[in-house]
């Protein structure tokens, strides 16, 4: 049986009955459309949702609302749902020759209930290997049914402990996806490995897992995933790292824990490769190979030894102000005559500004001189809205910078 209990007290309603068919049913993430025979109704009933494990000729019993779809009509949402096997000869017929165990089709399964009647199940669970008895059922088809039926109760197994500690339909599909037989292994262990490899489970929901499930607050892999957590947090306001001090006190304050808890942790998990220490800074990994890989990249490019814009180093700055005075109707401050200067001389320049201070005036001095010197420009910037401003400000095309490299995340 599998059972679950309410994601929701506003969803109360509840039905019954036993699955006539799948109509459809997506294997990545559980989503499934069936039609159920209603106890007490004649007609068929619609039912959606995460029904991940369950199987034609099985017994349900769903919690959930009704819903009315713009296309298919009436249905009912199924939050949570527990499973009985079928009881009736028919039902276990339709049940066994569903396609739920391979090697036994519709005519297997009526051979094998007619030889076991109500006790086919239990035979099939705990003496398999009287399946030999079946004429036409060989001693390596007997193993392959014992397999296929050992991995359909282990499925329901694991989404039976899931549902009973806290965890949704839907995620409890998804941790199944990601762990397979190690679910229940991985979620009684350390919870917080869901954090880092379920889509959709953050620190919060593994937390809240690991309490039901009964690991301490002071555990070391609840610290260690409050710290990465706090990481997280930081840079979703920007910054690549953190020093040790605001990572430790606002982690401790995130898990309610003393500081010297979250300390003690540091140095295992810089061992472990689970975060990087440089100088005093605490990194993820992957903020401290972009930042490491970023001033390569910089430091690579101030030392090339060619220069495209080399010409610009000998010429007479004087000169070519002049120039911009006379051609354009730009007229730039000393502070904005050294920006430019530097953006036409230096190999890797930087130029930042809030709004108002002159960026594109700059910008578009810069793109004058080029042009005076027969140079060809492309224009860039990281979003659309940016490169709108920047075609806006120059008078010239401006893409995003996937665009313009002809970027496509998926080749």
């Known amino acids: 049986m599998i059972e679950g209990q309410p994601t929701s007290p506003q969803i109360q309603d509840q039905l019954a009955g036993t699955l006539e068919r799948i109509v459809f049913q997506n294997e990545d993430n559980g989503y499934t459309v069936a039609r159920l025979h209603a106890s007490g109704k004649n007609p068929e009933v619609t039912i959606v949702g995460n029904l991940m494990g369950i199987n034609v000729g099985e017994r349900l019993n769903l ?23 079928p009881a009736t000869l028919e039902g276990i017929r339709k049940y066994l020759g569903s396609g739920l165990i391979r090697g036994i089709g519709p005519a297997t399964a009526t051979r094998i209930v007619d030889r ?32 296929a039926w050992q991995e359909q109760r282990q499925v329901k197994e694991i989404m039976v402990f899931l549902q009973s500690n806290g965890v949704s339909t839907g995620l409890a ?13 991985v979620v009684q262990t350390n919870p917080y490995r869901l954090a880092q490899d379920v889509n959709g489970i953050g620190f919060k929901t593994a937390d809240k897992i690991a309490r039901q499930v009964g690991i301490a607050a002071d555990h070391p892999a609840r610290i260690q ?20 001090g605001p990572l430790v006190k606002q982690a401790s304050e995130i898990l309610e824990m003393p500081e010297a808890l979250c300390m003690a942790q540091l140095e295992p998990m810089t061992q472990q490769a689970m975060i990087v220490k440089d100088s005093d800074r605490y990194y993820l990994p992957p903020f401290y190979a972009a930042e490491s ?12 030894e060619r220069d495209r814009l080399a ?7 004087v000169a070519l102000e002049a120039i911009l005075d006379r051609q354009t109707s730009i007229r730039l401050t000393d502070q904005q005559k050294i920006a430019v200067k530097m953006a036409l001389t230096e190999k890797v320049s930087i130029l930042t500004g809030g709004p108002g201070t002159g960026k594109s005036t700059i910008t578009a001095s810069i793109i004058h001189l080029l042009q005076t010197r027969n140079g060809s420009v492309l224009l860039c910037a990281p979003t659309g809205r940016a490169a709108k401003k920047l075609s806006e400000a120059t008078g010239l095309e401006a893409k995003t910078i996937h665009r313009l490299l002809e970027y496509k995340p998926s080749s």
């Not at 010409?311 to 700055?317: A, E, I, L, Q, T």
Request: aromatic share 12%; with cysteine; hydrophobic share 40%.
């Open 63 to 85: 919690i959930g609302k009704w819903t009315a779809h713009p296309q298919y009509g009436k249905q009912f949402e199924v939050a949570t749902f527990t499973v009985q096997y």
């Open 116 to 147: 076991f009647g109500k006790d086919t199940l239990e035979v099939i669970d705990q003496s398999p290997e009287r399946l030999i008895e079946i004429p036409g059922i060989a001693q390596k088809k007997v193993a392959r049914i014992a397999e």
């Open 173 to 185: 599909v998804r941790i199944y996806r990601v762990y397979g037989q190690e679910s229940v292994h």
């Open 225 to 244: 995933a409050g710290l990465v957590y706090t990481l997280n947090q930081m840079s979703n306001d920007g910054h690549c790292f953190s020093p040790e």
């Open 293 to 304: 890989g970023v001033a390569r990249r910089l430091m690579r490019m101030v030392n090339a």
């Open 311 to 317: 010409v610009f180093r000998r010429m007479d700055w």
